[in-house]
């Protein structure tokens, strides 16, 4: 890039005209003050001289069964199930966990 941008907007438009993108996505940087792993990007100032950037693509969430989804709303593709209704997932706790029993190292490894 020329120059650097002042806003995330900016950015993320010119990351969009750059390199031809059709959909919406959200920005990490590996961050040198934690250990160049990557975090999240909220503002631009955050950035060093010379970033490395990830992206993350955002998929629209499509209504499932019942109530309306708008377009602004996104979920990010790294942890979002859009296909499995969460009412499916939930099952009532059992009454009694059954515990097996374990060898005398495993009950006694410190």
Request: charged share 25%; glycine share 2%.
């Amino acid at each position: 890039m020329e120059t650097r941008p002042t806003t995330m907007e900016d950015l993320k438009s010119m990351l969009r005209v750059s390199l031809g993108l059709q959909y919406s996505f959200d920005l990490q940087f590996q961050d040198p003050e934690f250990n160049c792993e990557l975090c999240n990007l909220t503002d631009v100032s955050d950035l060093p001289d010379k970033p490395t950037l990830k992206m993350i693509p955002l998929l629209e969430v499509f209504p499932i069964e019942s109530g309306a989804v708008s377009e602004d709303q996104h979920s990010s593709a790294d942890t979002e199930i859009l296909s499995v209704s969460s009412m499916e997932w939930q099952e009532p706790w059992p009454s009694i966990f059954d515990i097996p029993n374990f060898s005398v190292h495993e009950e006694y490894c410190p």
